[in-house]
């Protein structure tokens, strides 16, 4: 399967990968964020509740002594230097004494009103520094302790290191679990695209089933939304096969009514003799051979690129072997056959057509061997499988020069043998119409070496 940008299968996974990362980012920020927010209020709200209880816990003496035993319930307030603090100070004059928590082990200073100043309700709240270096968080209230206006400043610290500290771990595992989702549910969305997507890959495999010629019709159940395009699919195939036996008919019916009239020009020309009744018989052979070379070339073209053929290889070249043995029985003619089948992926008449042109032609000019052997070809990046079918003899050959020649439609390099010169001329062109190759080279024995390069299938 292919699976890059322009894979179907690609696209969806990549957009459904990017779309959930974008979520869960989402996801996290909108939580963490809400998080953060609740965990500021509830801190805000404790120092609050902690300042009102202090408040409530302290009073002043007739002489103007600060007096009081406050008791937060919260044991971090005993523990020195844990960033949980409280104070009262006084502020009016006729006010002395002071309270602090335990675990204020030193004074801490607080900024001028300019710095920060009191609200509506005479309360201010700031960050500082705590006595350990820890951030804190301080809530101030100025109030009046009794009839005389007494002044005392109230301050409640709590650690506010402490809480971002609580926030990032919250943020770490929210991440975590986060991540763990999120390959999770990316992993489950490929497996689902992937089996969405797996009857294209059966429709693409029926294709080819019947690109090769191994199936008539793309057979099986497909999805709904497929079934349609398989069926429009079975319909174009049929359209083509009525098409190839339409074209197969014509050519037929061509053939036969040419076929009389050149028997006749034929008869007329061996009848009448002489050089006019010779130049009548060349000229109706040749248009013989031109007409079944063009009528031949018209059928492989409209069967090519619709419906594609299956031909056993080794069958066809075991029966024009025998029969050419007995019509050349001076000659020794050999066949090797590979061990594995070779299919080609074409009509059995269009390959009887190229092997007996070429055997014809080696026994023609073949002293007393001529051998025929078949081999895979191994196929290049990218390439569809090919088979080559060599036939050499021991003649005298084609010089390398002259092989191009040779292969023109009515060339003949010899005129002491009879021919028309169009036989290596059909070949080539048949051969080219499956988009194969043909080579001529000098064999091992000394004369020429035909190889033909065509598609083979399964």
Same mark, same amino acid.
């Given at each position: 399967?292919?699976?890059?940008?322009?894979?179907?299968?690609?696209?969806?996974?990549?957009?459904?990968?990017?779309?959930?990362?974008?979520?869960?980012?989402?996801?996290?920020?909108?939580?963490?964020?809400?998080?953060?927010?609740?965990?500021?209020?509830?801190?805000?709200?404790?120092?609050?509740?902690?300042?009102?209880?202090?408040?409530?816990?302290?009073?002043?003496?007739?002489?103007?002594?600060?007096?009081?035993?406050?008791?937060?319930?919260?044991?971090?307030?005993?523990?020195?230097?844990?960033?949980?603090?409280?104070?009262?100070?006084?502020?009016?004059?006729?006010?002395?004494?002071?309270?602090?928590?335990?675990?204020?082990?030193?004074?801490?200073?607080?900024?001028?009103?300019?710095?920060?100043?009191?609200?509506?309700?005479?309360?201010?709240?700031? $960050?500082?520094? /705590?006595?350990?270096?820890? !951030? &804190? #968080?301080? %809530?101030? +209230? *100025?109030?009046?302790?009794?009839?005389? =206006?007494?002044?005392?400043?109230?301050?409640?610290?709590?650690?506010?290191?402490?809480?971002?500290?609580?926030?990032?771990?919250?943020?770490?595992?929210?991440?975590?679990?986060?991540?763990?989702?999120?390959?999770?549910?990316?992993?489950?969305?490929?497996?689902?695209?992937?089996?969405?997507?797996?009857?294209?890959?059966?429709?693409?495999?029926?294709?080819?089933?019947?690109?090769?010629?191994?199936?008539? $019709?793309?057979? /099986?159940?497909?999805?709904? !939304? &497929? #079934?349609? %395009?398989? +069926? *429009?699919?079975?319909?174009?195939?049929? =359209?083509?096969?009525?098409?190839?036996?339409?074209?197969?008919?014509?050519?037929?019916?061509?053939?036969?009514?040419?076929?009389?009239?050149?028997?006749?020009?034929?008869?007329?020309?061996?009848?009448?003799?002489?050089?006019?009744?010779?130049?009548?018989?060349?000229?109706?052979?040749?248009?013989?051979?031109?007409?079944?070379?063009?009528?031949?070339?018209?059928?492989?073209?409209?069967?090519?690129?619709?419906?594609?053929?299956?031909?056993?290889?080794?069958?066809?070249?075991?029966?024009?072997?025998?029969?050419?043995?007995?019509?050349?029985?001076?000659?020794?003619?050999?066949?090797?056959?590979?061990?594995?089948?070779?299919?080609?992926?074409?009509?059995?008449?269009?390959?009887?057509?190229?092997?007996?042109?070429?055997?014809?032609?080696?026994?023609?000019?073949?002293?007393?061997?001529?051998?025929?052997?078949?081999?895979?070809?191994?196929?290049?990046?990218?390439?569809?499988?090919?088979?080559?079918?060599?036939?050499?003899?021991?003649?005298?050959?084609?010089?390398?020069?002259?092989?191009?020649?040779?292969?023109?439609?009515?060339?003949?390099?010899?005129?002491?043998?009879?021919?028309?010169?169009?036989?290596?001329?059909?070949?080539?062109?048949?051969?080219?119409?499956?988009?194969?190759?043909?080579?001529?080279?000098?064999?091992?024995?000394?004369?020429?070496?035909?190889?033909?390069?065509?598609?083979?299938?399964?």
């Amino acid at each position: 399967m292919t699976f890059g940008p322009r894979s179907l299968t690609f696209r969806a996974i990549a957009f459904s990968t990017i779309w959930a990362v974008v979520a869960l980012i989402v996801i996290y920020t909108v939580i963490a964020t809400l998080y953060r927010q609740a965990s500021e209020r509830g801190f805000e709200s404790l120092l609050s509740a902690h300042l009102f209880n202090l408040i409530g816990s302290v009073g002043v003496s007739e002489p103007g002594v600060l007096t009081g035993g406050p008791d937060l319930g919260d044991l971090r307030f005993s523990e020195p230097k844990s960033g949980w603090y409280w104070s009262v100070e006084p502020v009016s004059q006729g006010l002395s004494g002071g309270l602090r928590s335990l675990s204020m082990t030193e004074a801490i200073p607080s900024p001028s009103t300019n710095e920060v100043p009191f609200n509506s309700s005479f309360q201010r709240n700031y $960050r500082m520094e /705590g006595i350990a270096g820890e !951030e &804190i #968080e301080v %809530l101030e +209230n *100025e109030f009046v302790l009794d009839a005389k =206006n007494r002044i005392a400043r109230f301050r409640v610290m709590g650690n506010r290191s402490e809480l971002e500290h609580e926030i990032g771990i919250f943020d770490r595992r929210l991440l975590t679990y986060l991540l763990l989702f999120g390959f999770g549910m990316i992993a489950i969305n490929a497996i689902a695209i992937l089996v969405g997507l797996r009857p294209l890959s059966r429709v693409r495999a029926a294709l080819a089933m019947v690109r090769e010629g191994s199936a008539q $019709r793309l057979d /099986g159940k497909f999805p709904a !939304e &497929i #079934e349609p %395009l398989a +069926n *429009e699919t079975n319909a174009l195939i049929d =359209n083509n096969r009525r098409i190839v036996e339409r074209s197969r008919t014509q050519v037929g019916n061509l053939a036969h009514s040419l076929k009389t009239p050149l028997a006749v020009l034929l008869n007329e020309g061996r009848a009448l003799g002489g050089t006019k009744g010779k130049l009548i018989v060349d000229q109706a052979e040749a248009m013989q051979s031109q007409v079944e070379h063009y009528l031949q070339r018209a059928r492989v073209a409209a069967q090519r690129d619709s419906v594609v053929y299956r031909t056993p290889v080794a069958p066809v070249l075991q029966r024009m072997v025998r029969v050419m043995t007995k019509l050349g029985p001076d000659t020794q003619l050999s066949l090797a056959l590979p061990p594995s089948e070779i299919v080609f992926g074409g009509e059995r008449e269009d390959l009887e057509e190229v092997i007996g042109n070429l055997l014809e032609n080696a026994l023609k000019w073949a002293n007393a061997e001529v051998r025929v052997s078949v081999a895979h070809v191994a196929p290049n990046s990218g390439t569809a499988a090919e088979f080559a079918i060599a036939i050499e003899d021991d003649g005298p050959g084609i010089p390398e020069e002259d092989a191009r020649e040779a292969l023109k439609r009515g060339k003949r390099l010899d005129e002491t043998k009879p021919g028309t010169g169009l036989g290596l001329a059909i070949v080539a062109d048949l051969i080219k119409e499956y988009g194969g190759k043909l080579l001529l080279e000098r064999s091992a024995l000394g004369g020429l070496k035909a190889i033909v390069q065509l598609r083979s299938v399964q």
